[in-house]
């Protein structure tokens, strides 16, 4: 059985749990997942790099795709489209250098044509057009 399956599971039998054990919970696992984005957030914010990633596709539910490459490695990941152009556009992404996949792209502010070569552990500034 799967993660996701024994997730399922898990779910499905809190209601045998009393009612307030079920508030707890819903409570608990809510300060989790905010306490593990806002570590995520301060992460990506306290100690970045930049990159040069390309939207690829659009996705359900209006997000769009993206790819970019941290040393050698091609990671994927995706935003909610609003401001991304789908169709192999240049953008922006600003990532943890331990973990490239915690990323976030910049889809106000398009790459320039002047980059060409992008450094494999990207720039610690988003460099400038000479």
């Not at 910049?106 to 400038?128: H, L």
Request: proline share 5%; glycine share 6%; net charge positive.
């Amino acid at each position: 059985m799967g993660i996701f399956q024994k997730l399922i599971k898990f779910w499905n039998g809190i209601d045998d749990l009393p009612t307030r054990t079920q508030t707890i919970l819903a409570i608990t696992l809510g300060l989790i997942m905010i306490s593990i984005g806002s570590i995520n957030f301060l992460k990506l914010w306290s100690n970045h790099r930049w990159t040069v990633a390309t939207t690829i596709r659009k996705e359900d539910h209006g997000y769009v795709r993206y790819i970019f490459k941290v040393d050698e490695v091609v990671f994927a990941a995706r935003k909610k489209g609003i401001g991304l152009r789908p169709d192999s556009v240049r953008y922006w992404v600003r990532f943890y250098p331990e973990d490239p996949s915690l990323c976030d792209i910049v889809y106000n502010d398009e790459v320039p044509d002047c980059i060409r070569v992008v450094p494999s552990k990207g720039w610690k500034e988003i460099p400038k057009c000479r």
